[in-house]
C-alpha cells in the first residue's frame, strides 16, 4: 500500500473525530431544551432521576455521545475475559488482556483488514455500518422511544435502527441485513435488546474485528440518571469466536444540539484513491 494512501486514510479518521466533537459549530444552532433538570444555581444536573415513560420504564430517548470517544482515547485495561471492559472505537477488545477470542479464520481476516489500514471499512466507504459499530462510533446518535419501538437514528449517513418492544419474535429465517433484527424486553429498569440476522462482512470496529451471520447479540442498556447511558453488549457468534464475550460502554446526553446531514457521498473526492 502507498504511504500516502495510509496517510490519505488517518487524516479522513481525524478530521471524521475532530469535526463532529460535542462542540463542533455545524451541529443544530443551540436551543435551551426547557425540560433539562437544573441544580438550584441554574446548571445542569445531569445526575437528576432518568425520566420515565408513562408506564414507569425509564425513557430512553435522547441524543447520545460515547464518552472517551475516538481512535485510543482509553487506557488499556488488563483484564480477563470474565470481565467487562470498555470498548473503544478503534478496537472493541482493547480492554482484554490477551484481545478477544478470535477463532483461526476470523483473526486472520481481522489482521488482513488491519493490515490495509482499515481501507476496506464500509466506515470509509460511505456504506451502512453494523449495530456494534454504530455503538462505539463518534457521531451522535438520537434514540426516539415509544410504546412498542425504540428507534434509534444515526447521524452518519441518516442511518437508523429499530427495536420492536411489543413482544414480536425475532425472525426465524431472516435475510441477513446491516442492522440485523432486534426485539427487546424490560428486566425492571434495563432495556434487554436481542439481535440476530446480521450480514456475513460486518465490522464491528476501525479495526475490522468480525461478526458473522451466526452472531446472537444482547445489549443491555439502563439509564442511571438524567445524563447518563450505561451499556453491555455480549457478543455469541460461534463461527467467529471461541466464547461469547462481554464489553461495556457508557454516553452521555448532548444538550441543546440536534442531528444534522452527514453524508459522505456528498461532493465525495477520496475514494477515487482508495484502491
Known amino acids: 500500500m502507498k504511504a500516502g494512501f495510509k496517510i490519505l486514510v488517518v487524516l479522513v479518521v481525524l478530521a471524521v473525530c475532530a469535526a463532529f466533537s460535542p462542540d463542533a459549530s455545524a451541529q443544530w444552532p443551540k436551543y435551551p431544551d426547557q425540560n433539562v433538570p437544573r441544580k438550584a444555581d441554574g446548571t445542569i444536573d445531569m445526575d437528576a432521576p432518568a425520566p420515565r415513560m408513562p408506564d414507569g420504564k425509564p425513557d430512553l430517548s435522547g441524543t447520545w455521545e460515547n464518552i472517551g470517544r475516538g481512535p485510543g482515547r482509553l487506557p488499556k485495561q488488563e483484564l480477563g475475559l470474565d470481565e467487562k471492559p470498555h470498548a473503544t472505537f478503534n478496537d472493541v477488545g482493547a480492554g482484554f488482556k490477551d484481545g478477544l477470542p478470535f477463532l483461526p479464520a476470523a483473526k486472520a481476516l481481522r489482521d488482513q483488514r488491519r493490515a490495509r489500514n482499515s481501507a476496506d471499512n464500509p466506515d470509509v466507504w460511505c456504506l451502512p455500518m453494523g449495530n456494534m459499530q454504530f455503538n462505539v462510533h463518534p457521531f451522535p446518535r438520537k434514540m426516539v422511544q415509544t410504546p412498542g419501538l425504540l428507534v434509534m437514528l444515526n447521524e452518519m449517513n441518516a442511518g437508523y435502527r429499530q427495536v420492536f418492544t411489543d413482544g414480536r419474535p425475532l425472525p426465524t429465517d431472516p435475510v441477513p441485513s446491516w442492522?440485523?433484527?432486534?426485539?427487546?424486553?424490560?428486566?425492571?429498569?434495563?432495556?434487554?435488546?436481542s439481535?440476530?440476522?446480521?450480514?456475513?462482512?460486518?465490522?464491528?470496529?476501525?479495526?475490522?474485528?468480525?461478526?458473522t451471520e451466526a452472531a446472537k447479540v444482547q445489549e443491555r442498556i439502563r439509564r442511571p440518571d438524567y445524563g447518563h447511558l450505561e451499556i453491555e453488549v455480549t457478543v455469541d457468534d460461534p463461527k467467529a469466536y471461541t466464547r461469547p464475550w462481554t464489553v461495556s460502554l457508557r454516553q452521555q446526553i448532548a444538550l441543546n444540539t440536534e442531528l444534522v446531514d452527514e453524508i459522505c457521498l456528498e461532493n465525495e473526492k477520496s475514494l477515487q484513491r482508495m484502491k
Open 195 to 211: 439481535s440476530i440476522g446480521f450480514r456475513d462482512d460486518l465490522w464491528i470496529d476501525w479495526n475490522g474485528s468480525v461478526i
Open 179 to 193: 442492522q440485523g433484527y432486534s426485539t427487546a424486553t424490560w428486566q425492571g429498569d434495563t432495556l434487554v435488546i
